[in-house]
């Protein structure tokens, strides 16, 4: 009974719960990202480049013989997923990029102000009479 006691305590901490809600909408994203990269922003660039669809871009590596299909390199896909990549990490950057400097700027608003010409003066007349 312990041991299930202790996963409980362990599944419910905040971290643990934070990370299952990120994974999550991590996942969401990505799909959002691919579909866009897939169906909004791929067909323009494949009718600059004649009307080729990425996904069809392949390199035919052995031909199809009877019942057996080609085999092929699909390096358009592997593209596609590339643009993927960088779209879904520059978004991710753009987010941690915004939270650290609202972080920051709440930092600063945080800090103390810093002490009036009359306090550094009182401050500076208070340490000569502790001298005397």
């Given at each position: 009974?312990?041991?299930?006691?202790?996963?409980?305590?362990f599944?419910?901490?905040?971290?643990?719960?934070?990370?299952?809600v990120?994974v999550?909408?991590?996942?969401?994203?990505?799909?959002?990202?691919?579909?866009?990269?897939?169906?909004?922003?791929?067909?323009?660039?494949?009718?600059?480049?004649?009307?080729?669809?990425?996904?069809?871009?392949?390199?035919?590596?052995?031909?199809?013989?009877?019942?057996?299909?080609?085999v092929?390199?699909?390096?358009?896909?592997?593209?596609?997923?590339?643009?993927?990549?960088?779209?879904?990490?520059?978004?991710?950057?753009?987010?941690?990029?915004?939270?650290n400097n609202?972080?920051?700027?709440?930092?600063e608003a945080?800090?103390?102000?810093?002490?009036?010409?009359?306090?550094?003066?009182?401050?500076?007349?208070?340490?000569?009479?502790?001298?005397?």
């Amino acid at each position: 009974m312990g041991l299930l006691k202790e996963f409980r305590n362990f599944a419910m901490k905040g971290n643990v719960v934070d990370l299952a809600v990120a994974v999550i909408i991590g996942g969401a994203f990505g799909k959002i990202i691919s579909s866009f990269v897939a169906d909004v922003l791929m067909p323009p660039i494949g009718v600059l480049l004649g009307g080729a669809s990425f996904a069809d871009l392949a390199i035919v590596l052995k031909e199809a013989v009877g019942d057996q299909p080609a085999v092929l390199m699909k390096y358009g896909v592997f593209l596609q997923t590339i643009i993927d990549f960088i779209i879904i990490a520059f978004s991710i950057f753009m987010v941690i990029r915004t939270m650290n400097n609202m972080k920051k700027k709440e930092e600063e608003a945080k800090a103390p102000p810093a002490p009036s010409k009359e306090e550094v003066l009182l401050t500076e007349i208070r340490d000569i009479l502790k001298d005397k």
